[in-house]
Nanobody
Framework: QVQLAESGGGLVQPGGSLRLSCAAS????????MAWHRQAPGKQRELVAR???????NYADTVKDRFTISRDNAKNTVYLQMSSLKPEDTAVYYC????????????????WGQGTQVTVSS
């Protein structure tokens, strides 16, 4: 199994910044994708950003040029630097990874964190 521990959420004023972190632990063999998703009240969960093991990135149109995803492969950690935050960015942010474990290095599964609340409000 793979466990994900998120940190860095909180309350921030519009225009402010926050940095989320997510560390993966467990009997990890390989991590392909690390990503951040979010779910606002009454809305479906949506992909915010993802990064491959090679560093390729994708962003939702709503966060391009404001959010930056990065990862430290040695630490199995992914970060989300959020800038110019808007009230509509308010949501629970979930870390997700596609990884294999040493019990079966060829099978990849999706794992999810518990989520961290980000609130943008004055």
């Amino acid at each position: 199994q793979v466990q994900l521990a998120e940190s860095g959420g909180g309350l921030v004023q519009p225009g402010g910044s926050l940095r989320l972190s997510c560390a993966a632990s467990g009997r990890i063999a390989s991590i392909r994708i690390m990503a951040w998703h979010r779910q606002a009240p009454g809305k479906q969960r949506e992909l915010v950003a993802r990064i491959t093991s090679g560093g390729g990135t994708n962003y939702a149109d709503t966060v391009k040029d404001r959010f930056t995803i990065s990862r430290d492969n040695a630490k199995n950690t992914v970060y989300l630097q959020m800038s110019s935050l808007k009230p509509e960015d308010t949501a629970v942010y979930y870390c997700q990874t596609t990884a294999s474990t040493i019990q079966n290095v060829w099978r990849f599964y999706d794992y999810w964190g518990q989520g961290t609340q980000v609130t943008v409000s004055s």
